[in-house]
């Protein structure tokens, strides 16, 4: 009966204290890491009206590590492109040639071949925080790809339960996240996200991340959104992993 006792106070105790555990989330990134991108976007406006598939992959590579700070440089690896919109299809794969390509495809492949070649430079924080970036050459939008965080990490310590928020604003769209800690694990901490979206579009964000507790890396994301634009829905799925290299 004893060991019994013993063994239930044990058990209370453990979990207690799992409970009570707090993390300092931050970017642990050392210097020559490099790391592999891959975003893939859903969207459907409507009944249909608009869908638009894309994947994005890219590369980063961190180039130094001073402090708090730390250097990085991204380049493009690959980008694929479906979209339907007013009875006009295209369809765009970076990794084809010209000649495999339709008309429409090789519209969009002018375009986007000088966003592909440029080289980002960026800095940024243990938070998360990218405090500059660069793209050569200065192609319009092409450093917006990655300058995109997707989370930026409370200052204090959290546990199960604690709640931080973030703000940004894109493209007359105000997108303000709440992040909650829904797990610590040994190796992972778990995040649920929710939010809400203001601007030229109103609608709900929710979501997940699953962030590697040792580097700090958030290595793979999830985020609905669902956005009343002219009347219409916009629903966006956007999935994000990080793999090191």
């Known amino acids: 009966m004893i060991k019994k006792i013993t063994a239930l ?5 453990s979990t207690i204290t799992l409970a009570q555990e707090k993390v300092l989330l931050r970017l642990n990134y050392e210097k020559g890491e490099s790391y592999t991108m891959d975003m893939k976007m859903n969207q459907v ?18 180039t130094s590590v001073t402090g708090d700070l730390y250097n990085a440089t991204v380049k493009f690896d690959r980008m694929t492109m479906d ?8 369809s765009y ?3 084809k040639k010209e000649s495999e390509l339709d008309e429409a495809g090789k519209v969009m ?6 966003t592909l070649k440029t080289i ?16 050569e050459p200065n192609i319009p939008g092409a450093g917006d790809y990655a300058n995109e965080s997707s989370v930026v990490y409370p ?5 199960v339960g604690d709640t931080w928020t973030m703000s940004k604003s894109k493209n007359g769209l ?3 996240f709440e992040y909650k800690v829904k797990s610590i694990e040994a190796n992972n901490v778990v995040l649920e996200i929710g939010g809400k979206v203001a601007g030229i579009g109103e609608g709900d964000i929710k979501g997940s991340m699953n962030i590697d507790r040792k580097s700090g890396v958030p290595i793979k994301s999830n985020i609905d959104m669902t956005i009343k634009v002219q009347g219409q829905d916009l629903i966006t799925n956007m999935t994000v992993t990080f793999t090191k290299n």
């Open 155 to 159: 200052k204090h310590k959290v546990a």
């Open 109 to 114: 492949k002018t375009r986007m071949d000088p």
């Open 9 to 13: 106070v044990l058990l209370f105790v």
């Open 45 to 62: 406006m409507g009944a249909g009206l608009m869908t638009n598939k894309m994947n994005i992959v890219m590369n980063q590579k961190i």
């Open 174 to 176: 105000d997108m303000n």
């Open 83 to 90: 979209m339907s919109q007013g009875g006009m299809n295209v």
């Open 93 to 95: 794969d970076s990794s």
């Open 120 to 135: 980002i430079s960026m800095k940024g924080n243990n938070l998360g925080e990218v405090l500059e970036s660069k793209a």
